[in-house]
């Protein structure tokens, strides 16, 4: 499956600290290899919160490969 709407990275000034939006893919190991967006605060003193795990998509076609 695949989509053109996915959201772009991003870095935002919050209330006491950030909001950040990264992209993740399982790059390495056998099996699929699943991207997500991952949403994060960070406050000014250096705690990070992961605040929410999005699946983008995933590759079926890349589900034998194995990667080291």
């Not at 995933?58 to 990667?67: F, N, R, W």
């Amino acid at each position: 499956m695949y989509s053109s709407s996915f959201p772009s990275t991003y870095l935002k000034r919050i209330d006491g600290g950030f909001e950040v939006l990264l992209h993740d893919k399982k790059v390495f190991g056998c099996g699929s290899n699943p991207n997500y967006y991952k949403r994060f605060t960070v406050t000014e003193t250096g705690k990070i919160t992961l605040l929410e795990t999005v699946l983008m998509f995933e590759a079926p076609e890349e589900d034998g490969m194995c990667v080291d």
